[in-house]
């Protein structure tokens, strides 16, 4: 018997002529909106950004009493403090912090004295086992960009971040039509020639791994006009239909023919062994795949086609998770007490792939959603050297955290937002960003863990912004700066400015909070201490540190402080009053060995668009 296929093409000829069809007559995702509740697994439409700050009120973190920090300054081993019922108040985890207290002190550090009374042998500071306002999630960060898979975590996070609904594109519904005279419904006694339909099964349980939903059709004889008017039916529920067997060149092999007459074949015979029968069609819009009857062809085309259908359904592939070595980006301090499981962010610079710790607190969210993987510390091992290679378990498809461009110094939400366009252009890439400060930025890109950084270091001798830093850093060249933003930098102060700050000398009579050491907000806020003659021994705060703007806008608008310095935008996003101290350059110090990269390259565009400077236009505060 002759064989006819129409093709015999290779695997990745046959896939760009099959997508490109489908790509061409429509086939995309509908959009819904759907309860976050009711989201996980569901791929963002839009880009999630947090309505309200998580905690959003200062919650104690541990059980024990909640006093006045300054108080309890006295206390020591050698003069133990005693503290009265009216010096505290007893509250459990979770708690509200009550009004005129500032820190916790843990019960496993009281000690009983009877009548109410309460003996310390060592003082607390101010936020001290407290969840302060915005510890989280801060209301106006993104929490994740367009395009983003829900996992359970990350809609827990939106939750937090008080998001109830968000729309999200509609899951496909996958028709599956078994086909053939032989085949009959699982059963545990089936008769002599009887072979039991369980690819079905199979497909269903596929599907739903590539993010589909699946109808399992009632068996189809080898009928030509029954299969026919069953897929017609099936085109009319759902959104592609798998026809199972009948594929191939047989006696009895309609699906081609069918697929033909109804719509189109754009490929009948794949140069893959097993799975060579298989059939790409595509009737109104909808994509038609006879698949081989033979279960492990089937699977084959499965997991090399239909897969990938997804992928052009949703514009983002999903593929199995593995385990990966990678080098340990920072120091590791474990307890001997567990095996800790540390969530880790990874990124590929040059040829290896580094591993970077994530925050390790038990209420950030936030350190899941953005993690790629898992170390795990075994217990007994008091914790991991900075270059240790240490083995990940990948939360995330390695070929996506391969196409990271990572990004890590100083904060500014302008690297979210460019982030946000280039996956709703359907870059090919992700964006990972740390936040370490322009100081880090240097050691980064210095140490070869990321492509590029923030920075925004201020020469106060001569008041040029970061030359001299690159050029101290790099004397012998290997980076460059690329032009960013000029930025408002200026006193975050409550609505209103009940305080009447004027100037930046008026923190001294404030509660302050503090950028991290590193940060060019930092430095800035060093030089203009020296400037008024303050010293930080002066500022109450000074030691009060936060690592982004968004986190030092969010603490002054919960009342947990009452100026900061930070950028226009996060003022804005916070409705605070705004001070202007001073313009500013905002830069990205580019590893020279990148500037020609595609996804540097494909940043740089987007920071130079129109679209986005207006996007930025809208954020306020910003310079081109």
Request: charged share 20%.
């Amino acid at each position: 018997m002759k064989h006819n296929y129409l093709n015999n093409l290779p695997v990745e000829q046959a896939k760009n002529i099959y997508f490109s069809h489908l790509k061409e007559v429509g086939f995309t995702a509908a959009t819904e909106f759907v309860a976050v509740s009711d989201a996980c697994g569901r791929m963002l439409k839009n880009a999630a950004y947090a309505h309200i700050c998580s905690p959003h009120y200062n919650a104690s973190a541990m059980d024990g009493v909640a006093v006045k920090a300054s108080k309890t300054f006295a206390a020591s081993e050698r003069t133990p403090l005693t503290l009265t019922p009216e010096d505290y108040v007893v509250v459990d985890t979770g708690d509200p912090l009550p009004d005129g207290c500032d820190a916790v002190i843990m019960v496993e550090d009281l000690m009983e004295c009877g009548d109410g009374n309460e003996k310390i042998i060592a003082p607390v500071v101010p936020w001290q086992n407290v969840r302060q306002v915005g510890e989280d999630i801060c209301m106006g960060d993104m929490i994740a960009p367009a395009g983003t898979v829900l996992t359970p975590s990350l809609c827990g996070a939106l939750l937090a971040g008080g998001i109830t609904e968000t729309e999200v594109y509609k899951k496909p519904l996958v028709g599956i039509i078994p086909t053939g005279d032989e085949i009959v419904p699982p059963t545990s006694a089936p008769a002599k020639g009887d072979i039991i339909e369980f690819n079905s099964t199979v497909f269903k349980g596929m599907l739903q791994g590539f993010a589909a939903e699946a109808r399992i059709y009632p068996i189809t004889p080898d009928k030509k006009e029954r299969i026919a008017h069953a897929l017609t039916t099936a085109l009319a529920e759902c959104d592609m239909v798998l026809i199972s067997a009948g594929s191939s060149a047989g006696r009895d092999d309609y699906t081609c023919e069918i697929i033909d007459t109804l719509g189109r074949v754009c490929v009948h015979g794949i140069a893959i062994k097993p799975g060579k029968p298989a059939v790409l069609g595509e009737v109104n819009a909808k994509p038609v795949i006879g698949l081989p009857g033979y279960p492990v062809s089937a699977i084959v085309i499965m997991d090399e086609i239909v897969q990938e259908v997804m992928d052009v359904y949703y514009g983002k592939a999903l593929s199995q998770k593995e385990y990966v070595d990678a080098v340990l980006a920072k120091k590791i301090v474990s307890s001997l007490k567990y095996s800790e499981y540390i969530r880790v962010s990874l990124g590929e610079i040059g040829s290896k792939l580094t591993a970077t710790p994530l925050s390790r607190g038990a209420g950030v969210i936030t350190s899941f959603t953005k993690a790629d993987g898992v170390l795990i510390v075994p217990q007994n091992r008091e914790g991991l050297e900075a270059g240790d290679t240490v083995q990940i378990r990948l939360l995330k498809p390695l070929n996506e955290i391969k196409n990271t461009l990572i990004i890590s110094g100083s904060h500014d939400p302008l690297i979210d937002e460019a982030a946000n366009f280039l996956a709703k252009a359907g870059a090919p890439f992700r964006v990972c960003s740390t936040h370490v400060g322009s100081m880090g930025a240097i050691h980064a890109v210095k140490s070869g863990l990321a492509h590029l950084g923030g920075i925004h270091l201020l020469d106060t001798a001569t008041g040029e912004y970061n030359r001299s830093y690159v050029a101290k850093n790099f004397p012998a060249g290997g980076a460059v700066i690329k032009k960013g933003v000029g930025r408002v930098q200026g006193l975050m102060v409550q609505k209103g400015n009940p305080l009447g700050i004027q100037t930046f000398k008026d923190i001294k009579n404030v509660r302050y909070v503090n950028r991290q050491r590193g940060a060019g907000t930092r430095i800035l806020c060093d030089y203009l201490l020296e400037q008024n003659g303050l010293s930080p021994r002066e500022i109450e705060g000074y030691r009060n540190e936060e690592y982004t703007h968004t986190a030092v806008a969010a603490l002054i608008a919960a009342g947990n402080a009452d100026a900061g310095l930070g950028i226009y935008s996060a003022a804005k996003m916070y409705d605070l009053d705004f001070i202007p101290i001073c313009n500013e350059t905002y830069e990205f110090l580019v590893d020279s060995r990148y500037l020609e990269n595609p996804m540097v390259k494909a940043f740089f565009e987007v920071l130079e668009s129109e679209a986005f400077q207006e996007r930025l236009t809208q954020l306020g505060g910003y310079v081109f």
